[in-house]
């Protein structure tokens, strides 16, 4: 599994967004969306901020089985 602060920095990366532009399209201060992306202090994706990254990245998150 990825992790998601990592597939959200390489889309930053990629998509020429700054950590500033991002947290404002996210609602997010600067410091808070920082500390997520790059797990500092207690800060850590919940359902909701997924669910914002994803919409402004326009990423889709999909689960597959493993097929045991």
């Not at 930053?12 to 967004?17: D, M, R």
């Not at 914002?52 to 045991?68: D, N, P, Q, Y």
């Amino acid at each position: 599994m990825h992790d998601f602060s990592e597939i959200v920095k390489k889309e930053l990366k990629l998509q020429g967004i700054s950590i500033q532009d991002f947290a404002g399209k996210l609602g997010f201060s600067l410091q808070y969306t920082y500390n997520l992306i790059n797990r500092k202090g207690n800060k850590r994706w919940n359902e909701d901020s997924i669910q914002k990254a994803c919409e402004v990245l326009r990423l889709e998150i999909k689960f597959a089985s493993k097929g045991v």
